[in-house]
């Protein structure tokens, strides 16, 4: 069984930063994928960006328009999302999720480990 803590949430002004940490613990496949995803207040879960156990991300949702990076720190053994730019619109609960690697590319969907998320807020 896989656990998942996340990190790094906080309330944040638009144009600022945060640094979004997933740390996984458990029995990990050595083939994985993990993706951060969010959930805005009234609206249904998106994923936000996903990277495979390589190292490679395979999805950004295109909204963010190449204000964040999804990375992974072997040393650390945590997986993390540098959000920069932020925007009002990118309010909403972070979560981060795990699921086996199945192809050579990560999904956005099939996420089997899930954790408790991190609360981001942006004000205007």
């Known amino acids: 069984q896989v656990h998942l803590v996340e990190s790094g949430g906080d309330s944040v002004q638009a144009g600022g930063s945060l640094r979004l940490s997933c740390k996984p613990s458990?029995?990990?496949?050595?083939?994985?994928?993990l993706g951060w995803f969010r959930q805005a207040p009234g609206k249904g879960r998106e994923a936000v960006a996903v990277l495979g156990d390589n190292g490679r991300p395979t999805y950004y949702v295109d909204s963010i328009e190449g204000r964040f990076s999804i990375s992974r720190d072997k040393a650390q053994n945590t997986v993390s999302l540098q959000m920069d730019k932020l925007k009002p619109n990118g309010t909403a609960m972070y979560y981060c999720a795990y699921k086996k690697r199945i192809y050579d590319d990560c999904e956005r969907r099939d996420y089997r480990a899930w954790g408790q998320g991190t609360q981001v807020t942006v004000s205007a």
């Open positions: 458990g029995v990990l496949n050595k083939r994985w994928c």
